[in-house]
């Protein structure tokens, strides 16, 4: 009766690190989705404003919208096509790690 805990923690940790990688991609795709419905609202609104400002180039809305959605692109890393040095400081990664380690400690 006492081996049947370990037994349990054994076939626990055969395949945790299958199960965190499914729940990892599940949250970053719930994270991408909600980001790609912003920016979804956000690109029509900047659009319209460059519309009646005639904003164009570099530094319109628009653009500014794109460069701020391929930064959130690198932060959620969703296929894990980044290095750990090419995201941001605050990456979705990180975090989930730090909430990992909290939890675990």
């Known amino acids: 009766m006492k081996d049947q805990p370990s037994a349990i923690n054994e076939k626990i940790g ?9 729940l990892v991609f599940q949250i970053k795709l719930y994270i991408d989705a909600f980001r790609d419905i912003f920016l979804s609202v956000l690109s029509l609104g900047a659009f319209l404003i460059d519309l009646v400002q005639r904003n ?9 919208v794109l460069q701020f959605g391929r930064h959130t692109e690198r932060s959620i890393n969703l296929f894990n096509q ?8 605050r990456s979705v990664d990180r975090v989930l790690d730090e909430l990992e380690d909290r939890f675990r400690r």
Do not use: M, N
């Not at 055969?14 to 499914?22: A, D, G, I, M, S």
């Not at 164009?56 to 653009?63: R, W």
């Not at 980044?82 to 995201?87: G, I, L, N, V, Y």
């Open 14 to 22: 055969k395949f945790w690190p299958q199960v965190r990688k499914l």
């Open 56 to 64: 164009a180039g570099a530094q319109s809305y628009f653009e500014r």
């Open 82 to 89: 980044f290095d750990s040095d090419q995201q941001s400081a």
